[in-house]
């Protein structure tokens, strides 16, 4: 019962995460090129540009229920596996949420580096 | 890929290790924390570590809005997570822990990610195609590369 209550909490941490990740990833697509805008128009126009982005203020809104999330899993299961657990899963997540929603271009390449990360970092905080 | 976009994913890496760092030693100064004992959160923003710590972090997220910015989340998310292997340095070199075989082995998969990510192009064409045509975007016409190249 204990080892559910570990698993779906890592997957509610994963689901937001990827969640965040994928809207803060939209909403900066959609205010363009930070350093381009910059160089035209000054940074006040890429600060204007960002706080008048839904997707943004949802994407924070996720990241910050992600966290907390985080610190009731770590209240059911140990660090040790909760905290690499977390952090692979949300490689893995994002690859494949970035080719469904952002319709990245996720070749063999791209797919071998987030399985690689996943499973360093799975070894490193394990 | 110019210089300065290089110095964004470098500034990801090492402010995200870096604030965590800080974040991690301040809080084991403070003590713990509970429900009951709110007072304590706002004892702990006052430690200089805790306070550096965020202001770091701060900085972290404004970089990778940056790096998103001009990047894909599957080049950006990779191409930073040296971070991981950063911290793992620290520890030994700096706090002389000891790293087991099996974290250098982590050490070497991330490294090779990182590799591998690095050599390939850091974002996909059709990406501002898709985004022009978003229904959820605010302003028509405002955002998106088409707009970049015209005169303010």
């Known amino acids: 019962m204990r080892h559910l209550y570990t698993w779906s909490g890592i997957l509610v941490v994963v689901f937001f995460s990827v969640v965040g990740d994928i809207l803060i990833a939209r909403a900066m697509k959609q205010v363009g090129d930070v350093h381009a805008i910059v ?21 924070v809104a996720a990241m910050a229920v992600a966290f907390f999330s985080l610190l009731f899993a770590l209240s059911w299961g140990d660090v040790s596996l909760v905290a690499p657990a977390a952090a692979s899963l949300t490689f893995i997540g994002n690859a494949f949420a970035a080719k469904i929603f952002l319709h990245e271009r996720v070749d063999r390449r791209r797919w071998i580096a ?3 990360v996943a499973a360093g970092v799975a070894l490193l905080a394990g | 890929m110019t210089f300065r976009k290089y110095l964004v994913l470098a500034g990801i890496t090492v402010l995200a290790a870096a604030g965590d760092s800080m974040l ?11 429900i009951h004992h709110l007072q304590g959160v706002v004892l702990a923003i006052l430690n200089p570590w805790v306070a550096v710590g965020i202001l770091l972090l701060l900085a972290f997220f404004a970089s990778y809005m940056n790096a998103l910015s001009w990047a894909d989340l599957t080049y950006v998310l990779p191409a930073t997570s040296l971070g991981y292997v950063l911290l793992a340095l620290v520890a030994k070199f700096a706090l002389h822990e000891q790293v087991s075989p099996l974290r250098w082995l982590g050490i070497a998969l991330i490294s090779g990610g990182v590799g591998f990510v690095a050599g390939g192009p850091e974002l996909t064409a059709q990406e501002y195609e898709v985004s022009s045509k978003d229904p959820l975007l605010p302003k028509p016409g405002r955002s998106g590369a088409p707009a970049m190249g015209a005169e303010p």
């Open chain 1, 39 to 59: 160089r035209q128009s000054g940074v006040w126009t890429v600060v204007g540009r960002v706080l008048s982005n839904s997707n943004f203020f949802l994407g």
């Open chain 1, 114 to 116: 987030a399985v690689l």
């Open chain 2, 24 to 34: 991690s030693h301040g809080m084991k100064q403070t003590g713990n924390i509970s």
